[in-house]
């Protein structure tokens, strides 16, 4: 069970980043994937979730309208589609996997991926 994490990297303010999070077959159909970032000295908080119909999904208000999630079932893939970004974007970016229905609760989800820095200059 494993998550993988990549795409991050030094983007000036305004520009977009498209994050991905690969994960191993047997967890990906059945979870809820979410997006969660650790800025420094910060605690880590909620970003982005999509269900794992792709149904529904949810955004933090400081990145709703900026940032969309999306899911590729073949792919075992999910993506953060990061635009407009801020330097208070700076942070480390995990994504996660959950079968709660807490879905912005970093408590309910059960596997983590390493993170991925995004590094964003004004």
């Known amino acids: 069970v494993q998550l993988q994490a990549s795409g991050g990297g030094l983007v000036q303010a305004g520009g977009s980043l498209r994050l991905s999070c690969v994960a191993s077959g047997r967890i990906f159909s059945g979870y809820s994937m979410g997006w969660f970032r650790q800025a420094p000295g910060k605690e880590r908080e909620f970003v982005a979730v999509i269900t794992r119909s792709g149904g529904s999904l949810y955004y933090s208000d400081s990145v709703k309208g900026r940032f969309t999630i999306s899911r590729v079932s073949a792919k075992n893939t999910v993506y953060l589609q990061m635009s407009s970004l801020k330097p208070e974007d700076t942070a480390v970016y995990y994504c996660?996997?959950?079968?709660?229905?807490?879905?912005?609760?970093?408590?309910?989800?059960?596997?983590w991926g390493k993170g991925t820095l995004v590094t964003v200059s004004s």
């Open positions: 996660a996997a959950t079968f709660s229905v807490d879905l912005r609760n970093e408590n309910a989800y059960l596997y």
